[in-house]
């Protein structure tokens, strides 16, 4: 049970807050070379939210029971 853990922990230095503050504008970049089309798929939850509640439910009255 004395497993060793590899673990390494990086030292706050400047490399990350150069990275932190070049955050936004790299965001910024990626963006506006993203591709303007939409997207031709429809996401999985769409379609599993479709499938668990349809719009139309069709049923057939089987029997009525008269409970007084």
Known sequence: MN???K???KALGILDLLRF???VPN???HF????STPLV???YMNELAN???PKEQNFEIVEVINVT
């Open 21 to 23: 503050k070049n955050l």
């Open 3 to 5: 497993k060793k853990l």
């Open 7 to 9: 673990i390494k922990v």
């Open 32 to 35: 506006e070379n993203a591709p």
């Open 27 to 29: 965001r910024r970049k």
């Open 51 to 53: 499938a668990i509640h």
């Open 41 to 43: 798929m429809v996401p």
